[in-house]
Nanobody, 124 residues
């Protein structure tokens, strides 16, 4: 079992920045690939970014590429999402997820554990 707790969400103006954190507890964090997803009201949960278990390989969706950066600190059991140049359309609940594989996936169903989510609201 892995427990995931997100933090760092909030209200920010368009063009601003936020850094989300996801603290993991339970089994060895470093053996899991990790991902960030988001869900806006009335929409399906959407892939944002993912990172492999070592942290050497990352991938971001086209909608956030160049603005968001995923990273992890296995010594601190923590996953991060640095979000810059935020846009109104980035408003959503952001979830971190853990996958019991060394390689990441873009698919919601491939992740085994999920956090409760943290709200990010971008205002004009």
């Amino acid at each position: 079992q892995v427990q995931l707790v997100e933090s760092g969400g909030g209200l920010v103006q368009a063009g601003g920045s936020l850094r989300l954190s996801c603290a993991a507890s339970g089994r060895t964090f470093s053996s899991y690939a990790m991902g960030w997803f988001r869900q806006a009201p009335g929409k399906e949960r959407q892939f944002v970014a993912a990172i492999d278990w070592v942290g050497g390989n990352t991938y971001s969706s086209d909608s956030v590429k160049g603005r968001f950066t995923i990273s992890r600190d296995n010594a601190k059991n923590t996953l991060y999402l640095q979000m810059n140049s935020l846009k109104l359309e980035d408003t959503a609940v952001y979830y971190c997820a853990a996958r019991q594989r060394p390689t990441y996936s873009f698919t919601v169903g491939d992740y085994d554990y999920w956090g409760q989510g943290t709200q990010v609201t971008v205002s004009s």
